[in-house]
């Protein structure tokens, strides 16, 4: 066995991840670039060291999960949100159900919020927003963002729901209070169910083309029927088809 065979191993019974379902030449790369900073010579090194110091652990699921997030990254996929796919939502269901999976320091959450007040009071919204780092919750719960996060955010959008704290902004409380965060791993834990939209951005391009196929089939069965799934803008679905999903625009599917 491999020292990186080894890692995955002591890894998985740690903390039930299996590195396995990552594309092995990303994460090596990314991991090996980390324990040698840290001064470790093998994988087997510093799974030894990563077990016996929490701070490196949490420090190792940080670089793990790649936590690159911004407020409504890719921005003519939120206008299509906004003005299309939302609309047809509420034309069904009054109070949307929705997801925000592998949301990393809380960028997306609360986007998909803003998005929403657009359309309903605050007092019906109500966002799920999970992830597999417990530091990037606790980012993300702190709602505070250096500028380079906003780039993308529209004039208004930036102005109503944000406060400059020097060279960072602070999303409103009313804004915080629409979403709930818990940890969730994509790979291992159950899923809700009768999701009217689930946004899962950005992440499954780090994924196995094994792992991909079980989460989309797990955020299909989540979805209820015409219920819409966001990916990110390198993430097409190529056959739709085979997890009832049905093309509704670019990156968006809705399930059959």
Not at 9 to 30: C, F, H, N, P, V
Not at 56 to 65: G, K, S, W
Not at 85 to 101: E, Y
Not at 202 to 215: H, L, P, R
């Amino acid at each position: 066995m491999s020292d990186y065979e080894q890692f995955i191993e002591g890894i998985k019974r740690r903390t039930g991840i299996d590195l396995a379902l990552y594309k092995e030449s990303q994460m090596k790369r990314r991991l090996t670039s980390l324990y040698e900073k840290k001064g470790y010579k093998s994988f087997v090194e510093f799974l030894r060291a990563v077990e016996a110091d929490r701070d490196l652990m949490n420090e190792f699921l940080d670089r793990m999960t790649i936590n690159v997030s911004e407020f409504y990254r890719n921005g003519k996929r939120w206008e299509v949100l906004d003005e299309k796919i939302i609309p047809k939502l509420l034309a069904q269901n009054k109070r949307l159900k929705v997801w925000s999976a592998a949301c990393s320091t809380g960028e997306e959450p609360y986007s998909l919020a803003m998005v929403l007040t657009q359309h309903v009071p605050l007092s019906q919204i109500q966002i799920q927003a999970t992830d597999l780092d417990e530091n990037a919750i606790q980012k993300a719960k702190n709602a505070v963002y250096p500028e380079r996060s906003l780039a993308e955010v529209p004039a208004a959008i930036k102005a109503k729901h944000f406060t400059q704290e020097g060279a960072f902004y602070r999303v409103h409380d009313d804004i915080k209070r629409t979403v709930t965060y818990k940890k969730h791993n994509l790979l291992k834990d159950s899923y809700d169910a009768n999701f009217d939209l689930i946004v899962c951005r950005n992440v499954m391009i780090y994924f196995t083309e094994e792992a991909k196929d079980q989460i989309y089939a797990n955020f299909s069965r989540a979805l209820r029927p015409g219920g819409i799934l966001f990916v990110g803008s390198t993430e097409q679905i190529f056959n739709p088809a085979r997890y009832g999903f049905e093309v509704e625009d670019t990156f968006f599917y809705r399930k059959v």
